[in-house]
């Protein structure tokens, strides 16, 4: 399965930015994770096409929201309220299986990734 991820940009702090990502085929679960320069790959957010549980990293809580279109195989994630420290580079991830709930942010549930799109929060 190929991703294809895209609505990164630059903002302001306190802005707002929604990325999409689009899968080739059927995926089981699709997530989105973060990677900030000289910094690990963290989750963000993860969505299952079965099943209302959209866990969410503690840092993103309250102010992201991941939601799916099955119809169009493609999952996005609106992000408002944008600070300087979401500043990263976010990868599309695609799960072929259904990971179980506390497997979701776990970066080796997840077989397809995309090209990763720059989002830039300026304060």
């Known amino acids: 399965v190929q991703l294809q991820a895209s609505g990164g940009g630059s903002v302001q702090a306190g802005g707002s930015l929604r990325l999409s990502c689009t899968a080739s085929?059927?995926?089981?679960?699709m997530a989105w994770f973060r990677q900030a320069p000289g910094k690990e790959r963290d989750f963000v957010a993860a969505?299952?096409?079965?099943?209302?549980?959209?866990p969410y990293a503690d840092s993103v809580k309250g102010r992201f929201t991941i939601s799916g279109n099955n119809a169009k195989n493609t999952v996005y994630l609106q992000m408002n309220s944008l600070k300087p420290e979401d500043t990263a580079l976010y990868y599309c991830?695609?799960?072929?299986?259904?990971?179980?709930?506390?497997?979701?942010?776990?970066?080796?549930?997840?077989?397809?990734w995309g090209q990763g799109t720059q989002v830039t929060v300026s304060s």
């Open positions: 991830a695609g799960a072929i299986s259904r990971p179980i709930l506390s497997a979701l942010g776990d970066r080796r549930s997840y077989q397809s």
């Open positions: 969505f299952r096409w079965s099943g209302s549980n959209t």
């Open positions: 085929g059927t995926t089981g679960a």
